[in-house]
Nanobody, 125 residues
Framework: QVQLVESGGGLVQAGGSQRLSCAAS????????MGWFRQAPGKEREFVAA????????YYSDSVKGRFTISPDNAKNTVYLQMNGLKPEDTAVYYC??????????????????WGQGTQVTVFS
């Protein structure tokens, strides 16, 4: 089992940057594929980015591709989401998730077994 704790959310002006962190405890971090999802008020949870346990494959939604970067720090058991060029429509609660299986669809929230509590990101113009 793994426990996930997100941090780094807050208020940021449009065009600015923010880095989210997801600290994992419990089982070895590198045995999970990791993902970031977000949920805005009144909307369904949507895929943002994911990374394979080896770090060799990354996945991004079209809405964030080229602006967001997911990266791991295995020594710190942490996965980051660097967000640049933020837009008001990026406002949401951001969730980190972990999946034990390497065979599931990374963009499907149902693939993930473990979830953090979420961190709020608010982008104002």
């Amino acid at each position: 089992q793994v426990q996930l704790v997100e941090s780094g959310g807050g208020l940021v002006q449009a065009g600015g940057s923010q880095r989210l962190s997801c600290a994992a405890s419990g089982r070895t971090f590198s045995t999970y594929d990791m993902g970031w999802f977000r949920q805005a008020p009144g909307k369904e949870r949507e895929f943002v980015a994911a990374i394979s346990r080896s770090g060799g494959s990354t996945y991004y939604s079209d809405s964030v591709k080229g602006r967001f970067t997911i990266s791991p720090d295995n020594a710190k058991n942490t996965v980051y989401l660097q967000m640049n060029g933020l837009k008001p429509e990026d406002t949401a609660v951001y969730y980190c998730a972990a999946d034990r299986s390497p065979y599931n669809d990374r963009w499907d929230s149902r693939s993930y077994t473990y979830w953090g509590q979420g961190t709020q990101v608010t982008v104002f113009s």
